[in-house]
């Protein structure tokens, strides 16, 4: 079964969760494993792209937009759901429910402080225990 991971964040915004993501994403690349990122946007995509790129002046974390990927990345970007060649670790930053959820082995949904991040976190969070799922929780 899909494992489903809910990080809340203690600080507000979208540069929050978007920092927050680049810790998960480097953690689970150094773990060999490979990472489809669902954004809300185009632009958050390319947001979250310049802020891998600076993430850590002492790492390198090799990834790419999926509309320009070359096929060889372990990391992807996008606003839009992979083809099926991404299948083990997903973090989702849209607002969006994802009912593809199984294609993955896990779940990571980032919550920021926010009123609205927090709702759609709620929502997201039912939706997975009516699937059946048991999601943990992180304060973070």
Not at 31 to 48: D, M, N, P, Y
Not at 100 to 118: G, M, P, Y
Request: charged letters at 25%; a negative charge; aromatic letters at 8%.
């Amino acid at each position: 079964m899909t494992q489903i991971s809910f990080y809340t964040l203690s600080e507000e915004g979208s540069d929050a969760r978007i920092l927050f993501a680049c810790r998960l994403i480097d953690k689970a690349w150094k773990l060999g494993h490979r990472v489809f990122i669902q954004t809300q946007s185009t632009e958050q995509a390319k947001r979250l792209d310049d802020m891998l790129w600076q993430y850590q002046a002492t790492s390198f974390v090799p990834h790419g937009l999926l509309d320009e990927k070359t096929g060889n990345e372990s990391i992807v970007i996008s606003s839009q759901l992979p083809d099926g060649s991404h299948d083990d670790v997903l973090i989702n930053l849209s607002a969006d429910t994802h009912t593809s959820h199984l294609d993955f082995a896990r779940v990571n949904e980032i919550v920021s402080a926010d009123q609205d991040s927090l709702e759609q976190g709620r929502v997201r969070y039912r939706f997975y225990k009516d699937q059946g799922h048991s999601p943990e929780t992180h304060k973070i």
